[in-house]
């Protein structure tokens, strides 16, 4: 079975940290980019990070630039994504999902707009913060 799991949401204090893990199993992700998304309540899901194939680019939106940061080990066939210094805004469910191609999109935008191009989803998980 081709799967995607996310772990590592909570609920987390302002100003603190989570790492999210993407777990594969069933298929490699060495050959895919894989993405980072969220989903607020009565929101459009977008885009928060993607990484290449080979791990050695990757696209940020400015909303999380500097404090989320994706990386892979695609020996354990896992894709995370560390964020700091985390905001009641960045309150959300977090999917990973898989690209059908090697590469990030060109801009963190373009991520968000073709959703359709990401064609294995992990169910998601929560992600609060708040005091």
């Known amino acids: 079975q081709l799967q995607l799991v996310e772990s590592g949401g909570g609920l987390v204090q302002p100003g603190g940290s989570l790492r999210l893990s993407c777990a594969a199993s069933?298929?490699?992700?060495?050959?895919?980019?894989v993405g980072w998304f969220r989903q607020a309540p009565g929101k459009e899901r977008e885009g928060v990070s993607c990484?290449?194939?080979?791990?050695?680019?990757?696209i940020v939106p400015d909303s999380v630039k500097g404090r989320f940061t994706i990386s892979r080990d695609n020996a354990k066939n896992t894709v995370y994504l560390q964020m700091n210094s985390l905001k009641p805004e960045d309150t959300a469910v977090y999917y990973c999902?898989?690209?059908?191609?090697?590469?990030?999109?060109?801009?963190?935008?373009?991520?968000?707009?073709?959703?359709?191009?990401?064609?294995?989803w992990g169910q998601g998980t929560q992600v609060t913060v708040s005091s």
């Open positions: 999902a898989a690209r059908r191609w090697s590469t990030c999109p060109q801009t963190p935008a373009t991520m968000t707009r073709t959703r359709y191009e990401y064609d294995y």
């Open positions: 990484v290449s194939s080979s791990g050695d680019s990757t």
């Open positions: 069933g298929f490699t992700l060495a050959y895919t980019a």
